[in-house]
């Protein structure tokens, strides 16, 4: 973890864990590689990927900071490129996703603030496999008790965490497959100071080969755990839980409808809307 003798001037570190990544990755990386090398570092925690990959990543040079070797999943990734990395904060991205072409210049300032906060976070958006836009979430501040009872709005792809963060709640939880970002903010919920950036930050891809597109009833169950834990015993929260698992087994049901390019066209392009918003 972050140790003193590891300061330095880098003000981000993006944390990209990989496995078999073709053929988004380099894409990922294109949408990073441009920001300062002096202020931003891009660590790069591959699986011992076989299908090309590596090869893609090479061609990067020394603007990646890669490590390749077999790991235990994408947590542990998360993990092993966290722990390597310098800077003063922290933002992961997974490789078939993207930053927005704005977030440098928009995140920048906020990060360099003598204030900044522990984290900010950001509108996304939703992409179809080939990049076009399905729609925005566009946000709002955060209501704690509305993020465990309504469900997660905020993504990590459009997040930033100061790396002080980590040092004080530690890093993701290994005995989680897919909902190990969830629970890391639910976690820290409450504990730090975050603020809402009401810009696009980052993209959000859905496509067949995904997680979040392949094993949408693991996703479902896993988050039903963490929800319940963080539950307690207080019964108001325990029920509202349930409530949003079957309301969560509704959207997954229906989700090759919600990200199909028919319902774009019918829901439009806005998935949530700001307070204070018509």
Not at 81 to 107: C, H, K, M, Q
Request: hydrophobic content about 40%.
């Amino acid at each position: 973890m972050h140790t003193e003798d590891k300061a330095n001037d880098i003000l981000l570190s993006v944390v990209i864990p990989c496995f078999n990544a073709m053929p988004y990755i380099e894409e990922a990386l294109n949408t990073i590689i441009e920001w300062p090398s002096d202020l931003v570092e891009v660590i790069v925690q591959d699986g011992a990927s076989t299908d090309g990959t590596l090869q893609l990543l090479q061609r990067f040079g020394d603007r990646i900071n890669l490590e390749s070797q077999r790991d235990h999943g994408q947590t542990d990734a998360l993990n092993r490129g966290i722990s390597r990395s310098t800077g003063r904060f922290v933002g992961w991205l997974n490789a078939d996703d993207l930053y927005a072409p704005e977030a440098w210049p928009i995140i920048r300032p906020l990060l360099e603030c003598d204030d900044a906060a522990d984290a900010y976070f950001g509108d996304y958006a939703l992409i179809f496999s080939n990049g076009d836009i399905m729609r925005r979430m566009v946000l709002s501040d955060i209501d704690w008790r509305a993020f465990m009872t309504k469900g997660r709005p905020v993504w990590s792809g459009a997040t930033f965490f100061h790396r002080r963060v980590f040092d004080e709640f530690g890093l993701f939880d290994e005995t989680l497959d897919y909902c190990m970002d969830g629970e890391f903010f639910l976690r820290v919920a409450g504990h730090i100071n975050t603020r809402y950036v009401p810009y696009e930050l980052g993209r959000f891809r859905i496509h067949g080969r995904s997680k979040t597109g392949s094993q949408r009833w693991a996703f479902w169950r896993e988050a039903h755990q963490v929800r319940w834990k963080y539950a307690g015993g207080d019964f108001q929260l325990q029920l509202a839980t349930l409530k949003l698992d079957l309301t969560n087994l509704i959207y997954h049901a229906t989700q090759d409808l919600r990200y199909s390019r028919l319902w774009s066209k019918i829901r439009g392009t806005r998935e949530y809307r700001s307070a204070g918003e018509p």
